[in-house]
């Protein structure tokens, strides 16, 4: 009996604990959950990018990060809102876009000097040019430029290409293959090109035409060479001045009424030929050029949204400020040869739109000569042809040439820098720019509460 | 000894009565809760749409703000946005401006007349402000000269005016 109680006693305790536990387990604390935070975060972006496109500073703060976060600062302070914001923008040009130049130090030396601060849409967009091999290639860089001739066909040079190519990367090779034999796996399965008479056999014979154009021109916005073509076309390439002079030969124009020491001199080398042009800081600034290559004696005077000539050649003139000008090139700009007679290529596939630049066509066909070649099948890449051989030959066309497909081939997706937010809301908006070129990108602001 | 009840029905009696109560404790202390929240949602949702309506609405006549001390008879319902740029997040001055008047006015209007025409049934609060200036610069000042209550709830939103500036637009509901 006394042991029959024990175990009793036993049982009514092993009942206790499992009801306690059954309780709590069907009858939690009732608690109301309402997803007015959420919402508070997902309207309040929505404000912030609407009332910013409204007020016109959209495009300025979507890449200026100082002024888009004084702005958030006053309307959504963290110490009173204990909100946590961050931006990207996708889609478009980096702000700062960082080249690994796989080349000699004098060629890059003159690749810094060649290319400076560019000036998009009222944006400015910086070149960090660093020096890189391609075994390993400086990876924290948006494009590759090769340059020269350098052996691409080791298998870890390859790999290594290959995988920057995967990691959306641009490839920019400036290269001549006169009398080489085959080329090698990248220039076939990265570039796309190979030999003309592979592809062509027989059909490979060079015409007459001296002028390498943009040609076949692209006839819509889905082609190949349509970015790197706007870009050539609708960028200004800034021109510095070298000196300030007193004064200078304006011929039969009305001289300049800039007051002393106010004149400055640069010189723009358009098709080979170098041509002096004077910015004149007078009341309205005005640059006078000399398009006739009288040196020392201008021609034409020429303002801010000007076209003038120079060589049969239309320009733009962008922008003027007191040491620099900014000029594009308008649509069926020639440039004087530079192609090597013997690099004789053509798009693998036999893609002519793949051809940004040609010098005329093979002999007796219709297949074009290319001087450059894009393709976009793993990455963006570009082979062009050496314009380059002598460096201080460089004219002002070749470097807006290198300019546009650098623009074109670099990578354009920004890495967003916060995760892990207990709660987080991203605001997408696609705008529009079109001071200079026609610019649509995502931007994308993000408000969270870190805690 | 037959008619007698067990120690185990008492026990289980007990144990049913316990939870019994405390769901019972648990659901009287849990309602008082409960519906603050549901009002606060009403209210919350409220806030939003008249902040939208102010925002995102032209208001009828789109030029109300011209005709509304002359013929106020016309005027059936008040909303600050731009109707010339007709923009979401775009607010009007001069809306803006005689939205304030219209409020302050001390005719038999003012703070009620604008409740009417937003029908707007419980209480509330409008203010507008510039913030592109240091100090933010007060629009509209819209509220009625007392107000008392248990329950109230607030919306912010962020906004730009006609005139290049932007500011917020604070929404308070209450019953």
């Known amino acids: 009996m006394k042991n029959k109680a024990f175990v009793s006693i036993l049982e009514i305790i092993a009942v206790i604990i499992i009801l306690i536990v059954a309780f709590s387990i069907f009858s939690p604390g009732f608690f109301y959950q309402n997803r007015w935070e959420q919402a508070f975060i997902s309207l309040k972006g929505r404000d912030l990018v609407l009332t910013l496109d409204r007020i016109g500073n959209l495009y300025q703060y979507s890449f200026d990060e100082r002024f888009l976060r004084d702005f958030l600062d006053k309307m959504v302070p963290t110490n009173l809102t204990n909100l946590i914001h961050w931006s990207r923008v996708q889609g478009t040009i980096k702000p700062k876009i960082t080249v690994a130049c796989a080349c000699t130090k004098e060629q890059r030396d003159a690749l810094i000097n060649w290319i400076g601060r560019l000036k998009i849409n009222g944006r400015n967009i910086d070149f960090d040019i660093v020096s890189s091999g391609l075994d390993p290639i400086y990876d924290t860089s948006d494009v590759l430029l090769i340059w020269g001739d350098q052996k691409l066909d080791d298998f870890k040079i390859k790999t290594n290409i290959q995988n920057y190519a995967r990691a959306n990367k641009g490839i920019v090779e400036i290269r001549d293959f006169d009398g080489q034999g085959d080329l090698d796996d990248v220039q076939k399965n990265i570039f796309g090109i190979d030999r003309c008479d592979r592809v062509f056999p027989g059909k490979c014979g060079i015409g007459g035409t001296t002028e390498i154009s943009f040609e076949p021109k692209p006839d819509s916005a889905t082609r190949k060479t349509y970015t790197s073509f706007k870009y050539f076309h609708s960028i200004p390439l800034p021109i510095s001045t070298t000196n300030e002079v007193p004064s200078f030969n304006s011929g039969q124009l009305s001289s300049c009424t800039s007051p002393p020491n106010v004149i400055n001199e640069g010189v723009v080398e358009i098709r080979d030929v170098r041509h002096k042009f004077w910015i004149c800081n007078g009341e309205t600034k005005s640059v006078y050029f000399d398009t006739e290559g009288n040196p020392d004696e201008a021609d034409i005077i020429a303002v801010n949204g000007d076209k003038f000539t120079i060589d049969n050649q239309e320009l733009l003139l962008r922008y003027i400020e007191s040491n620099v000008i900014g000029i594009s090139f308008e649509s069926g700009y020639m440039f004087t040869n530079f192609l090597d007679g013997g690099t004789k290529l053509y798009p693998k596939d036999e893609d002519q739109s793949r051809i940004l630049l040609s010098k005329g066509t093979y002999t007796n066909t219709q297949n074009p000569i290319p001087a450059s070649i894009v393709n976009d099948d793993v990455s963006r890449v570009a082979w062009v042809s050496d314009f380059t051989k002598d460096l201080t030959k460089v004219g002002d066309d070749h470097k807006m040439l290198l300019v546009a497909l650098m623009l074109w081939t670099s990578d354009k997706r920004y890495v967003s820098g916060l995760s892990n937010l207990r709660l987080g809301h991203l605001t997408s908006y696609v705008n529009v720019n079109n001071i200079d070129m026609y610019e649509v990108y995502r931007f994308d602001l993000g408000l969270g509460f870190p805690f | ?175």
Request: charged letters at 25%; proline letters at 3%; hydrophobic letters at 40%.
């Open chain 2, 1 to 175: 000894m037959k008619a007698q009840l067990s120690f185990e029905y008492y026990f289980a009696l007990i144990i049913f009565v316990m939870f019994v109560s405390s769901l019972f404790l648990k659901l009287i202390t849990f309602f008082p809760f409960y519906s603050a929240e549901i009002e606060n949602q009403r209210l919350r949702s409220e806030a939003y749409q008249i902040s939208e309506l102010l925002i995102n609405d032209v208001g009828y006549p789109g030029n109300w703000y011209e005709v509304y001390e002359s013929e106020l008879e016309k005027v059936k319902r008040l909303g600050l946005s731009d109707g010339g740029k007709n923009k979401t997040n775009l607010i009007s001055m001069d809306k803006a401006t005689a939205f304030n008047d219209l409020c302050q006015s001390s005719l038999p209007l003012g703070y009620d007349k604008v409740l009417e025409l937003l029908d707007v049934k419980d209480g509330f609060w409008v203010l507008l402000t510039n913030d592109k200036v240091d100090s933010p610069e007060i629009l509209i000042g819209c509220s009625p000269n007392e107000f008392s209550s248990k329950i109230r709830t607030n919306i912010t939103r962020i906004i730009a005016f006609d005139d290049g500036s932007f500011g917020q637009l604070r929404v308070s509901v209450w019953k």
